[in-house]
């Protein structure tokens, strides 16, 4: 940074916030997605006191046009103009909120390694924050639509039309994380979850985001889509999502 200018250090981006952290007595350390510069921590100095200018448009689940400056470990945040306001909506509702933060921890998992094009990413999470906000679907649809289509576009689509194994067609009766996807009772190896013919047909609806299919599935159908979908996720990421306990 020696001998760098504030100018050439200065950048634009537009910015989902994930999850904040209070440093100090007035500043917050913000952790974003960004549309072209991917995952982003900065700090919002001052962000705390009554007369900041923009503390409530950095709060979790706003999305905002951001100017930032780079840092040493942590760039700084010195502007922040309101694009989509929907953290209000989100937390005054506990299954939404519950929703966007393991949606939010997904997201910073998927795309914490460097030179990735985050901007298929950003657009995904964005969609389903806004969904999620608007209640144009029921939160357990949103979040499992969206942790699937994350986990697609980051490489690990699922087919849910035949056996990952033998490519044998049709709904399979099993599914099993470590091979990626259904498996008929031929191939099931150890450790292969049980699951029905309609949720096999609601989690390809999901991943395709075929919504009134999703919409028309039963309750015992959704429950056992989030256990499927659960697995899936915390097989990839190779480790438990935080957000899920709570």
């Not at 913000?30 to 549309?35: G, P, Q, Y």
């Not at 910073?108 to 679907?137: I, K, M, N, W, Y």
């Not at 029921?138 to 986990?151: F, I, K, T």
Request: with cysteine; glycine share 10%.
């Amino acid at each position: 940074m020696a001998g760098s200018t504030f100018a050439s250090r200065s950048y634009r981006d537009t910015a989902l916030v994930l999850r904040t952290r209070d440093l100090g007595e007035a500043d917050r350390i913000i952790t974003m997605l960004t549309a072209s510069h991917g995952l982003v921590r900065g700090v919002a100095k001052g962000v705390r006191r009554t007369s900041s200018k923009f503390g409530a448009t950095v709060e979790p689940f706003m999305v905002a046009d951001v100017q930032l400056v780079h840092g040493r470990s942590l760039d700084i945040v010195t502007q922040a103009i309101s694009q989509g306001s929907y953290g209000a909506m989100i937390v005054a509702d506990y299954d939404k909120y519950t929703a966007a933060n393991i949606m939010a921890e997904a997201a910073e998992r998927l795309t914490e390694s460097e030179g990735l094009d985050s901007r298929p990413q950003f657009r995904l999470l964005h969609g389903a924050v806004s969904a999620l906000a608007r209640g144009v679907h029921e939160p357990d649809l949103v979040l499992n639509s969206y942790l699937l289509r994350a986990l697609s576009t980051a490489g690990w689509a699922v087919t849910w039309t035949s056996c990952v194994a033998c490519g044998r067609p049709g709904p399979q009766p099993g599914f099993h994380a470590a091979l990626g996807g259904p498996v008929c009772d031929d191939c099931r190896p150890p450790g292969t979850r049980q699951i029905a013919a309609g949720t096999a047909d609601l989690l390809h609806a999901l991943q395709q985001g075929s919504w009134q299919v999703a919409r028309s599935a039963d309750r015992q159908a959704r429950h056992e889509a989030g256990g499927v979908v659960t697995s899936y996720v915390q097989h990839h990421l190779e480790r438990r999502l935080s957000s899920l306990g709570r």
